[in-house]
């Protein structure tokens, strides 16, 4: 075995127990042990696991308007950020709207059509015209299926029940890793980036990715997916790593969750 392969290794990255530096980032200690933190020529991501913990209602895309009277008078209703079925979503916002308006004259539902679709419903039971709005294209109407382009106006009549449309609460179906040793980045994205430089991209689909599991990615080809790095980079005083939603907008986890990284690291032949 050569001198450069008896160097090699592979190392583990952990966010549990490792610093955190900002809601969404955290540098990991690598360390300077048997050369594993200095003299990197490339490295190979062998597999990498973020927790499924994430909201599918999430601030500030979690608030619906309602005016009751068809009239300028709307009322505001903010939907605590959760993971939510289609019955726990409408079950909120009836709650919330109870607490606003004081009555039952609006109602959501959920009712499901086949054994993996079904859609919200509102029913209306006062003689006013309601019109439903969200605030923006990307808030709470995408959960509930509702056209954003124009409001939603229920004409008067008692009751009278309006299909809202299939809801979207798959919640995130990929999380982004970036960290500007690990992936060059220098940590500029916009809030609506068309290319963002990238450590990892973890998909969250799949028979364990399901809400309370865990995200994983795997390389189908180690060779393509390697992360060719100059000679010499130090790894020794820390990797910061930051979590991403596909917007690009911070994702945070609990303190006792952790982001596990494993890397194969090829070492540059070590000094004479």
């Known amino acids: 075995m050569s001198a450069q392969r008896a160097r090699d290794a592979i190392i583990h990255l952990s966010t549990l127990g490792a610093t955190k530096v900002g809601t969404n980032s955290w540098n990991i200690t690598v360390g300077e042990q048997a050369y594993h933190g200095r003299n990197i020529a490339q490295f190979y991501p062998i ?114 029940t309006v299909s809202l449309g299939e809801p979207n609460l798959a919640g995130e179906r990929v999380v982004h890793i970036t960290s500007e040793k690990l992936g060059h980045t220098m940590g500029g994205h916009s809030s609506a980036p068309s290319a963002v430089d990238l450590c990892l991209s973890v998909p969250m689909t799949g028979a364990t990715a399901v809400y309370g599991g865990t995200g994983v990615w795997q390389p189908s080809d180690s060779e393509t997916s390697k992360l060719d790095m100059a000679f010499d980079i130090n790894l020794a005083n820390g990797v910061e790593i930051s979590l991403w939603d596909s917007r690009f907008r911070p994702l945070t986890l609990p303190d006792n969750l952790a982001i596990e990284l494993q890397l194969k690291i090829v070492h540059a032949f070590p000094p004479a």
Do not use: K
């Open 47 to 160: 597999y990498a696991i973020v927790p499924n913990v994430f909201p599918n209602v999430r601030a500030p895309n979690n608030t619906i308007r309602i005016s009751q009277d068809g009239g300028g008078t709307f009322l505001t209703l903010t939907i605590a950020e959760g993971f939510y079925t289609g019955p726990e979503l409408a079950t909120a916002i009836n709650a919330q709207w109870l607490a606003a308006a004081g009555n039952t004259d609006v109602a959501f539902s959920f009712v499901a059509l086949t054994a993996a679709q079904g859609e919200f419903r509102v029913t209306v039971n006062s003689a006013n015209v309601v019109i439903i709005e969200a605030l923006t294209l990307d808030n709470l109407g995408i959960n509930l299926g509702v056209d954003l382009i124009l409001p939603l106006t229920i004409p008067a009549a008692t009751p009278s």
